[in-house]
């Protein structure tokens, strides 16, 4: 078994063994609490540019199935986990873990103490760090000083989304998804209702969105700083009370910007499929999965047209906002799950209603 480093900025080094591909890599480091859903995770477009760690201490025991996949090829920089499961026990398994990551390039490092890890992410918040073989020859002094003054990449937008737009169709309501890094279980979730979806690049215009007479636009997840994203904020803005919208993590923090909302970057971000989320209007709280690093300042929203409609429990961060005047609602948070738990699957069903509603008052006016 071959011996591998994670040697983060700060200068700290983990030695365990080598899984996955071979390839050295860099990246942020984050860690998830999920105890389940490590191929949903390591399959989501968010996490591209970052190297995940997972808290819960045994990865891979059911393996790798055709079915679980959030993207057709992952875009994480590598994974770390406590112990490797190298014999996967699954009806559906089709392979290992190991043999997955080996066939997509992604290196991983197992056998480290994964709780240390987060304790120092949690107290110092994001790291970078380089993941390498551990050759006699490495010279982590020199190695520590390249990360520290390395840029955190931020667009990752263009890497993810779409070159080109292409349908889903359907016979429902017409859905333009803006793909800005979108997980499979956004559209599942849309054909599940019978949406006739057309999938478009994170680039393209207002103009070209509204000639395809959408009913509705969904504005998807996606890695990176929000701010970055510049074009799907412009986009958003030409769209505003135009069309009902519903966004979900990105597509949340970039409609919030759109309507002069800030983010900010959370000290070391909420992942995981456990995270406690209250409905300001119900009352209700729902447990949700999340994957972000960034949030909207709620002290922003008062010089908006928007409200807040949820909060997170944990750390009181804005987890959700409407529009006061259009037909606009966005999350923070996973409705589609994949991984995590369903409840705030309705959410949905919410935005099918929200079409439903405004076809019905043009359809008075016409
Ligand atoms: N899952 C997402 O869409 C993440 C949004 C953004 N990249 C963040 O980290 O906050």
Redesign the pocket.
Known sequence: MKKRLLILEDGTVFTGTAFGSEQASQGEVVFTTGMTGYQETLS?P?FYGQIVTLTYPLIGNYGINRDDFESIAPAIRGFVVRELADQPSNWRSDMTLDEYLTSQNIPGIEGIDTRKLTRIIRTKGAVRAILTEADADVDVEKIVAELQNTPFITHHVREVSPKAAYPSPGRGKRVVLLD??MKHGILRELNKRDCDVIVVPYNTTAEQILAMHPDGIMLS??????EDVTEGIETIKGLIGKVPMFG????H?LFSLACGAKSFKLPF?HRGGNHPVKDLRTGRTDLTSQ?????IDIESLKDTDLELTHVALNDGTCEGVRHKKYPVFTVQY?PEASPGPEDSNHLFDEFIEMMEKEAAKENQHA
């Open positions: 989501d968010s800005f890094g997840n996606g890695p990176g700083n929000p979900i993590c990105l597509g923090q971000g994957n972000h690093g960034y949030a996973h």
